[in-house]
Antibody, heavy 123, light 111 residues
């Protein structure tokens, strides 16, 4: 069974840092691009970042560019999101999601989602 | 403000048909990028409902259908059931933003 399990969410002060992880199982992790998508309390979905299957291509939303780094360790079947200079508006549930292709999935969809991990930025 | 525009809410009685629209622009849907739909039941993660404008993944009932025309797309749900009550999101790619975009979401209420 294909599964994604996020972890690392926490309460952090403004300006702080956090690293989220997403453990993948049930599929050949390195063969698929992966993304982080977030959802602020009571709000809609917001795409955050995408990384290709090999980890050589990345893309970021304007709202997080320069503060966030997406990476993956294909030997550990794990996706990461390093978040720095956190702001109150970064408060959200962060989902990791799988794409059905290895390269940047411009025309595609996210076919598997994790249950999410909660990040709260507050003093 | 989401790049893709959806109505905040729609409603219908059991058995009825409802549609949810997703309006884009020449940088996303109108540029030829495909539209995909997700269903998010209360308190759960989003689930892929329709891919590549009109394809239903395995396990999705044929009561759900999608279409795309010009700069917009729509999701239709026929034979409405109580279990369809959820938030629905459209998604595409936007070349001006160089990123993936979602609609603001539509809350479906089954009366």
């Amino acid at each position: 069974e294909v599964q994604l399990l996020e972890s690392g969410g926490d309460l952090v002060q403004p300006g702080g840092s956090l690293r989220l992880s997403c453990a993948a199982s049930g599929f050949v992790f390195s063969s698929y691009a992966m993304s982080w998508v977030r959802q602020a309390p009571g709000k809609g979905l917001e795409w955050v970042s995408t990384v290709s299957g090999g980890g050589d291509e990345t893309s970021y939303a304007d709202s997080v560019r320069g503060r966030v780094t997406i990476s993956r360790d294909n030997s550990k079947n794990t996706l990461y999101l390093q978040m720095n200079s956190l702001r109150a508006e970064d408060t959200a549930v962060y989902f990791c999601a799988k794409w059905p292709v290895i390269h940047m999935p411009y025309y595609y969809y996210m076919d598997v989602w994790g249950k999410g991990t909660t990040v709260t930025v507050s003093s | 403000q989401p790049v893709l525009t959806q109505p905040p809410s729609v409603s219908g009685a059991p058995g009825q048909r409802v549609t949810i629209s997703c309006a884009g622009s020449g940088f996303n849907i109108g540029a030829g990028y495909d539209v995909h739909w997700y269903q998010q039941l209360p308190g759960t993660a989003p689930k892929l409902l329709i891919s590549l404008n009109s394809n239903r993944p395995s396990g999705v009932p044929d009561r759900f259908s999608g279409s795309k025309s010009g700069t917009s797309a729509s999701l239709a749900i026929t034979g409405l059931q109580a279990e369809d009550e959820a938030d629905y999101y459209c998604q595409s790619y936007d070349s001006s933003l160089s990123g993936w975009v979602f609609g603001g979401g539509t809350k479906l209420t089954v009366l």
